[in-house]
């Protein structure tokens, strides 16, 4: 799952990237609840669902490939609802002292983040492990989850006036690292797939950086730009961690390719150009520490010109029938599809464009907007300021299709593998039972 999201008011845009690393899904909120699709072929983009419980849904996160979703609503932003899209059912709804900022997940944890706490979960029973209070003050909701639960690395503001990371392990719920990665408070963090890279960004926009995990060592620093500070809103990396991309505020999405530059290779061909970057180099040791980082710094190996300005929007960088894409999600309701060369680089191409809402005038009309359902809540709970998120015993279900308190979620659903949408074993069969 991607560490950013387009958040606010609908639509919520959002790319989760699956357990087997491919993003092959888009989740977006709308006005009348959300919408989930399939992204397999580049001319095709399929609605596998659209849900119609809550209205104004602000962010949607889905469970890789499965039909696990959690929802959370403007009508009720501290409660967060987690459904089983496919039978049409809530497993269960918690609910918080504050607004919800953004939800992350797993297969091991559900992370909820308010502007100055974060609650970590147990994915399976819903079990509220660990409260963390008095976090930095984090009005964007900012965090990172690895998807490998295997290590469930959390990583979140430290600080509220500079750069600092903090890296938490969700499964050991202890500190893993502090990382003084910026100079400016952060604006965007991610994991690669297993949860060994973390990049991040400041909300000045102009370098990335990507640290090792858990040492916090900086191995890449990447320049964006340099005329002008800007707002990133995403970042991904590849399935192979090879590249990252970052979008922003602008029209420019940058892919940058993370490669170890061999000396030896420049040794072999000592060329002008290899002279003179030695020269620059061993220069650098006098210079002032800001102009020797530039020195440093690698540009963009490919770039995407958008023909949008000051939209939000999400990337990601997927293989679509074989070949390399970048996705780009924006928050007027289009997913833009762009091939990539990853040998030489350049200017991406556009080879499609999706619209991913309903048209205007289809939101607008009552008789085309289906009927919502009774709620058949299994917690109706109440928040109050200061008060742990609260919900009533939440009810599981056993493999022979029968209720049992603890496990929410079937064991099956957590496998190693991708959860396949179509097969009709996937959960157990749910009862309308209720607390």
């Known amino acids: 799952m991607l560490a950013s999201s387009v958040t606010g008011v609908p639509p919520y845009i959002n790319i989760p990237l ?16 959300y919408r989930l699709f399939s992204v397999t072929a580049v001319d095709k983009l399929d609605c596998i669902h659209e849900g119609v419980e809550c209205p104004d849904v602000y962010i949607v996160e889905r469970l890789f490939s499965s039909s696990l979703v959690v929802v959370v609503s403007l009508s009720m932003p501290r409660r967060m609802n987690v459904y089983h899209f496919k039978k049409g059912t809530e497993i269960c709804n918690y609910s918080y002292s504050n607004n919800i900022l953004s939800v992350r997940l797993n297969r091991q944890r559900l992370v909820v983040c308010l502007e100055e706490s974060i609650y970590i979960h147990n994915i399976k029973d ?15 909701g900012l965090c990172a989850l690895s998807v490998n639960h295997t290590n469930s690395y959390l990583a ?28 400016s408070p952060l604006a965007a963090l991610t994991f690669n797939s297993s949860g060994s890279k973390l990049a991040s960004a400041s909300e000045k926009g102009t370098v990335i950086r990507v ?20 707002s990133i809103s995403s970042l991904s990396f590849s399935a192979d961690a090879q590249f990252l991309c970052a979008s922003s505020n602008t029209e420019t999405v940058h892919i940058f390719k993370l490669e170890q530059h061999s000396p030896s290779r420049e040794e072999e061909s000592p060329t002008w150009s290899a002279y003179v970057g030695k020269m620059f180099t061993a220069a650098s040791t006098y210079l002032p520490a800001q102009v020797s980082d530039m020195m440093h710094q690698d540009r963009a190996f490919a770039t995407v010109r958008l023909n949008m300005f000051g939209l939000k929007n999400i990337c990601a960088l997927a293989t679509i029938q074989k ?17 990539v060369d990853p040998q030489d680089g350049g200017e991406c191409v556009l080879v499609q464009k999706h619209r ?16 919502q359902p009774a709620s058949q809540s299994y917690a109706a709970t ?49 009862g309308n039972q209720s607390n």
């Open 323 to 339: 070949l390399p894409r970048l996705l780009v999600a924006s928050s007027d309701g289009y997913l833009y599809i762009y091939n």
């Open 18 to 33: 699956s357990s087997d690393c491919k993003t092959n899904s888009l989740s977006v909120g709308t006005k009348t609840g």
């Open 156 to 183: 979140y503001p430290g600080s509220a006036t500079i750069g600092e990371i903090t890296v938490y392990d969700a499964n050991s719920l202890s500190t893993v690292t502090l990382i003084q990665a910026h100079d």
């Open 356 to 371: 991913c809402q309903v048209e205007q005038k289809e939101e607008e009309n009552p008789e085309d907007v289906p009927p």
């Open 211 to 230: 640290f090792s995990v858990p040492e916090g060592q900086r191995l890449f620093e990447f320049r964006r730009g340099m005329k002008r500070y800007v």
């Open 382 to 430: 109440v928040a109050l300021p200061s008060t742990p998120p609260s919900s009533t015993t939440l009810m599981g279900y056993s493999e022979d299709g029968g209720a049992q308190k603890g496990e929410v979620i079937p064991e099956h659903e957590f496998a190693e593998g991708p959860v396949c949408l179509d097969d009709e074993n996937e959960f157990p069969p749910v």
């Open 126 to 140: 819903m079990k509220l492990l660990k409260t963390l209070l008095n976090t930095p003050t984090n009005p964007s």
